[in-house]
């Protein structure tokens, strides 16, 4: 089983569930950036510090709030409204259901799998993970999702306090399928079966969804631990 990481994390991003856009996170963490670094220049003894442990907060907590956001995804390098302009109706319509079912499914079940915190929808968790998906990218010859060839997803996922916005960490993380000849989600000339069909690992753009799961549990337990 090959599973690849990148991993970036620092004091930036925020987020609401439901109610979060990409575009406001961003907008939250520039405002707090001007007055930290107002505050900082004001403070003569002052010292800025990046924590060994930026996930620390979630020592000791049971559950986490989690949910993925595609508000801003790119696949094959274009927005996704472009993209989903050059596919068959058919192939949009299963795009659209995986997002919510197998694309999830998989990335929470392998999250799960890899971190003591229970993550998923738990609105009573004192903290909240939004997962915003990147990208989804073939690496191979074409400008389609479907054909064979190694599937990455990347994303970035902002940690607050469950109904603040107030930022508390943000980190990068990328699932890769591992290649093959299996495709995304049937042959574009019969479109047959479902994306995630199988179990889901069967098919590339699933597993690559579920080995970022499996890449940020295991981020957050070197965090916590």
């Known amino acids: 089983m090959r599973v690849m990481e990148s991993e970036t994390i620092s004091k930036?991003?925020?987020?609401?569930?439901?109610?979060?856009?990409?575009?406001?996170?961003?907008?939250?963490f520039r405002n707090g950036l001007i007055w930290g670094v107002l505050a900082f220049f004001c403070a003569s003894c002052a010292t800025l510090k990046t924590p060994e442990n930026p996930l620390a907060f979630l020592k000791g907590q049971r559950t986490l709030d989690v949910f993925l956001n595609f508000d801003d995804v790119m696949l094959q390098g274009m927005p996704e409204k472009t993209y989903l302009r050059l596919e068959q109706p058919q192939w949009v319509e299963k795009w659209e259901t995986a997002k919510v079912t197998t694309f999830e499914e998989n990335f929470m079940g392998h999250l799960n799998n890899s971190v003591r915190i229970r993550c998923g929808d738990f609105p009573d968790a004192k903290y909240q993970a939004t997962v915003f998906v990147l990208s989804v990218d073939r690496k191979g010859f074409g400008k389609h999702l479907e054909g064979p060839g190694t599937r990455e997803v990347t994303c970035e996922v902002v940690f607050t306090k469950m109904g603040d916005s107030y930022p508390l960490a943000t980190i990068n993380v990328r699932g890769d399928s591992g290649g093959g000849q299996t495709y995304s989600m049937g042959s574009r000339n019969s479109l047959a079966g479902v994306l995630g069909a199988a179990g889901g690992n069967n098919y590339l753009t699933g597993k690559a969804f579920g080995y970022m799961g499996q890449n940020l549990g295991k981020i957050i337990a070197r965090q916590i631990k």
């Open 12 to 28: 930036n991003g925020a987020s609401s569930k439901s109610q979060t856009s990409r575009g406001n996170v961003l907008l939250s």
